[in-house]
């Protein structure tokens, strides 16, 4: 049995409402893929962002996707005019069944996000952490 210790975040993670959607990666666009059915428009299936960390999102989707899948995440700013605030590469960790609708909760971390897509993770953390010179309206980004 781990010890608590070992099981303890790495970072601290914000619960947010966030619309996204996620698309296959490119490493893994020959193993899977999102069809129509899964509600997919160019390859992309829409679902909530619900919380963010320093090194990984959580979410809730009405496409299962598999554990260890490699996917694109896109969040959206809030508003009537969304705008693309991130696209960053994650790992699937875990994926659980939820209980009050038909949909699934996956963990997922960052997987080897590029230098820009780590300014984006970073930038993204500094508005949640309360520091809105980052975004021009941060009430856009997080629906504040």
């Given at each position: ?56 999102i959580g ?22 005019d969304p ?62």
């Amino acid at each position: 049995m781990q010890d608590q210790q070992s099981m303890a975040r790495q970072g601290v993670r914000y619960d947010v409402s966030i619309r996204g959607s996620v698309s296959v990666a490119p490493a893994h666009a020959l193993t899977m893929k999102f069809g129509a059915g899964a509600g997919a428009q160019h390859g992309w299936v829409d679902l909530d962002i619900i919380d963010f960390s320093s090194t990984g999102i959580g979410m809730i989707s009405a496409v299962f996707i598999p554990r260890r899948a490699l996917i694109m995440v896109r969040a959206l700013s809030y508003g009537p005019d969304p705008r693309q605030i991130l696209e960053v590469p994650v790992r699937v960790q875990r994926v659980c069944m939820t209980d009050r609708r038909p949909a699934y909760l996956l963990g997922t971390c960052f997987a080897d996000p590029s230098p820009e897509q780590a300014e984006q993770i970073a930038a993204l953390l500094r508005v949640l952490e309360g520091d809105p010179r980052h975004f021009a309206d941060t009430q856009t980004v997080v629906g504040a």
